[in-house]
């Protein structure tokens, strides 16, 4: 039987990740004492990695996909193929963005300002890449944690590093000078995996229902009750997919009207279609659309 090594992402994304194979259909089971997690599909086999190492395993053919941060596979310089983009609603609406900072009170104005000066950060060879497409010459340095105190206690000139409220930046008394890119989860392929038709046709299928999941995770259904007069003005409230759903009760002049909306929505909508003549109302959680 053909099996399909998949690479599940350590740290943060670990918890987004799981949760989103549980939506989409399959259930991982952690061990804390392996990398080898459970996973509950013959076909498929299943392998803890840090997502900075990720893309390097798919590459290789160590792994066959996985999933990891557009940064990481930038950073590693990998030769894959994005399968698709993956926004975890659940850990973040917005992608995150790794960018350049100094001390507040910095002569450091501009890129150009760098020249000479030691950047502290974890994203070292997109760093270097950057800076030299640039022709400014910079000390790149490998920070192994807590970035923002380099700058603080005097280690380094300026940060190369990830944010996306940017509050810890503040917080450290920091201010951006340039934004050097902006990266969200992305599941990706090792390229002969891509080219093999089973393993192909797996990835895929994976790929398609995580989508429906992370598409369901933003919207709920809506399904109530329409008086045959009042189901005009019902139905020009809602908004949908496509249309409504609309079934005749059986031997009465009522309708059954069924529909997909955003979960925000919903709170605001409920007293319109009540006060239009909706009645029995249930809003329903749903677990993929596709």
């Given at each position: 039987?053909?099996?399909?090594k998949l690479g599940i992402p350590k740290g943060s994304l670990e918890k987004a990740t799981i949760e989103l194979f549980a939506k989409s259909g399959w259930t991982i089971k952690l061990s804390s004492r392996n990398y080898f997690p459970e996973v509950d599909d013959p076909e498929l086999d299943c392998s803890i990695c840090r997502a900075q190492e990720m893309a390097r395993y798919v590459e290789q053919g160590v792994l066959d996909a996985g999933i990891t941060g557009k940064d990481w596979i930038l950073e590693n310089n990998s030769d894959v193929v994005v399968v698709d983009d993956l926004v975890y609603s659940k850990v973040s609406r917005r992608p995150t963005r790794w960018v350049i900072a100094v001390a507040g009170d910095s002569e450091i104005k501009t890129l150009a300002d760098l020249e000479g000066k030691k950047i502290a950060t974890e994203l070292v060879e997109y760093s270097k890449r950057f800076f030299a497409e640039r022709k400014i010459n910079v000390d790149i340095e490998f920070s192994w944690g807590a970035t923002e105190g380099k700058v603080v206690s005097g280690l380094a000139d300026a940060i190369v590093e990830v944010t996306?409220?940017?509050s810890t930046i503040r917080a450290h008394g920091l201010r951006i000078i340039h934004e050097m890119m902006t990266s969200n989860t992305q599941f990706i392929a090792n390229k002969d995996a891509w080219s093999d038709p089973w393993k192909r046709e797996k990835i895929e299928n994976i790929a398609l229902l995580m989508q429906g999941a992370l598409r369901a995770d933003k919207i709920v259904g809506l399904k109530m009750n329409v008086a045959e007069e009042k189901?005009?003005?019902?139905?020009?409230?809602?908004?949908?997919?496509?249309?409504p759903t609309v079934a005749h009760l059986y031997q009465k002049k009522w309708y059954s009207v069924e529909t997909v909306i955003s979960e925000h929505t919903v709170r605001d909508l409920i007293p319109k279609l009540m006060r239009a003549g909706a009645e029995g109302i249930i809003e329903y959680a749903l677990n993929k659309v596709i």
């Open positions: 039987m053909s099996v399909l996306e409220t940017e189901l005009d003005d019902v139905i020009k409230l809602l908004p949908s997919l496509n249309a």
